[in-house]
């Protein structure tokens, strides 16, 4: 998405590159999601379905915010979606080192092969 932002931001609007770019998000989605809910689920191995919904009710609450906004940046182009996205991920990765810090091995099944 920081490609998009800096080919839209340029003046390069393509339909072609603009794909190219949603593509690589889906792609990488689809690497990183089923991945993450794995984790998830290992560490919250003591109560799953508890940790399930909490996964299923965080991803149904932030879809509710995320889903607005670029209406609200005044437009919706591509450009204002790309500027919600790529927001959202560096919310993500701000989640990662504050909360998970996956540095200190905080979270991982112990024992698990």
Known sequence: ??????????????FGGTWACLFGLTFGFGIVLPASTAIILAVGS?????????????????????????GA????????????VLGFVLLCVAALLVLAR????????????
Do not use: K
Not at 1 to 14: A, E, F, N, Q, S
């Open 1 to 14: 998405m920081g490609t998009l932002l800096v080919l839209l931001v340029t003046g390069i609007d393509t």
């Open 46 to 70: 003591t109560a799953p379905g508890a940790a399930s919904g909490l996964l299923g009710g965080a991803q149904f609450v932030l879809s509710a915010v995320a889903a607005p906004l670029p």
């Open 73 to 84: 940046l005044g437009n919706t182009t591509v450009l204002s979606t790309t500027v919600v």
């Open 102 to 113: 996956p540095w200190q091995g905080y979270g991982e099944p112990v024992g698990a092969a």
